[in-house]
């Protein structure tokens, strides 16, 4: 059984920075994707960033790139978002998502496609 334990949401003010991690157990990922969503209430799930543990594929959305940047130690298991100049936009419930399988044809960007989920960390950003 995969278990994901995401960490360090919080309070913080606009402009500041918050780290995420996200800790993976159960198995080793060694070729598979770990995507960070986000979902603000009222709205929908949106994926944040993605990363293949093999390194060879790394996306960030537009919302958030230049500010945002998604990591990984693989000797950890564990995955980060590093979260700077954050904006009230920001806000919402992080979460992490760990698909098992990398494949180019898979669109990573969709929750769907992923295996299994943490339980969502609270972000807040005051203005």
């Known amino acids: 059984q995969v278990q994901l334990v995401e960490s360090g949401g919080g309070l913080v003010q606009a402009g500041g920075s918050l780290r995420l991690s996200c800790a993976a157990s159960?198995?080793?990922?060694?070729?598979?994707?770990m995507g960070w969503f986000r979902q603000a209430p009222g709205k929908e799930r949106e994926v944040v960033a993605t990363?293949?543990?093999?390194?060879?594929?790394?996306y960030e959305s537009p919302s958030v790139k230049g500010r945002f940047t998604i990591s990984r130690d693989n000797a950890k298991n564990t995955v980060y978002l590093q979260m700077n100049i954050m904006k009230p936009e920001d806000t919402a419930v992080y979460y992490c998502?760990?698909?098992?399988?990398?494949?180019?044809?898979?669109?990573?960007?969709?929750?769907?496609?992923?295996?299994?989920w943490g339980q969502g960390t609270q972000v807040t950003v005051s203005s």
């Open positions: 998502a760990a698909a098992m399988a990398y494949s180019p044809r898979v669109d990573f960007k969709r929750g769907g496609n992923y295996d299994y």
């Open positions: 159960g198995r080793t990922f060694s070729s598979g994707v």
């Open positions: 990363m293949a543990w093999s390194g060879s594929m790394t």
